[in-house]
């Protein structure tokens, strides 16, 4: 596959979702093929699978919903990530597989051996060869996630987990960005949007560049 796959973890309310739509408008304005997706829910499989994960009332136990994550991932790979991949485009995934280590490993405390192999099949060998990982100290996610839903954005199941919750899952993702150090690139999430976007360009440009995708003149 000759694209470029980067993509963007964190906990909610972090603002990966907003980082995730500068960067890809900014990198379209450096001339690039850019392809924005997200997990769960951008398949027509996936938005059913979506709205049982996140919005019904009847919560799915710990481990159905690891599995209704790994199948909206299948089905995403398979149709939309590998496709624009295979067409040297670059994707740029709100959520992949770290979420799933983070969310259902380390907040839900599923067995890690029992679930790699799931992991593996769901993914089909497409794995990201850059992730920004939006670090924001817990409360002050929360404070966000109340914001939004002020603002009439709905709320998600997952946003109303408890902040123990929300702290083990961010713990989760600092352990895999100290195992994996040369992909995981810690973003401090704290800031005002344009802050943030500055960090984001300044890990996005060297990655780019050594693949030989954008020019280090690239306006930041």
């Known amino acids: 596959m000759s694209g470029f796959f980067i993509t963007f973890e964190g906990v909610d309310g972090c603002g990966k979702t907003t980082q995730r739509r500068l960067a890809a408008a900014w990198l379209r304005e450096q ?3 850019v392809l924005e997706t997200f997990e769960p829910g951008d398949t027509p499989l996936g938005r059913e699978i979506r709205r ?8 799915p136990v710990p481990e159905a919903e690891l599995l209704l994550f790994l199948a909206d991932r299948a089905q995403h790979v398979r149709r939309v990530i590998a496709p624009a991949l295979e067409r040297g485009q670059i994707v740029l995934c709100d959520r992949y597989t770290d979420s799933t280590l983070a969310y259902q490993l380390a907040g839900r405390r599923l067995d890690a051996e029992a679930v790699t192999p ?10 990201p060869h850059l992730t920004l990982w939006f670090d924001l100290p817990v409360r002050e996610a929360l404070a966000r996630m109340r914001q939004r839903e002020q603002t009439g954005e709905a709320a998600t199941r997952m946003d109303g987990e408890r902040q123990s919750f929300h702290e083990a899952v961010r ?49 930041g």
Do not use: K
């Open 31 to 33: 001339g690039l093929d």
């Open 52 to 59: 049982l994960l996140l919005h019904e009332a009847d919560a």
């Open 118 to 127: 799931a992991l593996r099949l769901a993914e089909a060998g497409v794995r």
């Open 171 to 219: 713990a989760g993702f600092a352990r895999l960005a100290e195992r994996e150090p040369g992909r995981i690139r810690r973003v401090d999430a704290a800031g005002d949007v344009e802050t943030v976007q500055r960090r984001v360009r300044s890990l996005l440009l060297p990655a780019l560049e050594s693949r030989g995708l954008i020019a280090g003149s690239a306006d």
